[in-house]
Structure formats: C-alpha cells, structure tokens
C-alpha cells in the first residue's frame, strides 16, 4: 500500500506527500485537528451519501498561508525549504500526486510539461503574501 510521505525537521512538519494510489478505508485525515489546512482522503463504495450540510461562518486567526496542489499531468520537483533557507527535501511529483504545503519554503522545477491544481487559504495580498529567496 503506498503511504504518504511527510518532510519534517526537528518535529516540524513542512510537507505532506499524498502519492497517486493511497489508499484508504472509508475516511481518513493525514492532518492533526490543530493544524491550519486539513486534508484527508475518502473512499466511498457506489450509493454512499454524504448527507447534506454547510460550514457555519466562524472568524479564525492564521498566522501562516497553506497550499495544496494536485499534479493533473507531467512530472514537477518540489524542493522544500525550512525557515532559513535551508532545503529539507525534495519531491518528484508525477500525475496523480499531490502536496501539502504547511511551513517553511518551496520551489518547483516543470521537468515535463504540467497541470497543477493549486488550493490555499485566501484573501490573496499580492506580493505581500510571499517572501522569495534569490540564489
């Protein structure tokens, strides 16, 4: 069974890899209630329901921006970053794969033409929502 794949230092968790063929049994959640993006992954036989329901409008304070991309097609290198800079590792994501995004830095190199999804937490600042490190 393929697992999800976590990029961590010193107790900090940066990434979270969700690889194309993770399987699971009926609804699981690769995130702690505590953290600020939850994702998770369902499988559900044919007539399942989800029943109908809304989320309540709530005021939350995050202090960081989170992002989730999907890979719909190509091949792209993820280099994640820890909050100096300093590289804490390094994904090749293929289609079918996704990434949490959930402290430090990242960068991607496109090696084969791609489609990404990208999810994260909004309002959007414009440059003020990024720091960007120049080699």
Known sequence: MTSPRRIEKDGKLYALILPRGLSVEG????TSQESPFQVGVMERPSGYVVQPHRHPQVSLQISSVSEFLCIERGRVKAVI???VWGVVGE?????????LLLAGGHSFEVLESCRMV???QGPFLG???KVYRFF
């Open 27 to 30: 609804a699981r959640f690769f």
């Open 81 to 83: 970053y820890d909050d």
């Open 91 to 99: 994904e090749l994501l293929t289609a079918g794969d996704a990434i």
């Open 118 to 120: 990208e999810v994260k």
């Open 127 to 129: 440059d003020k929502s």
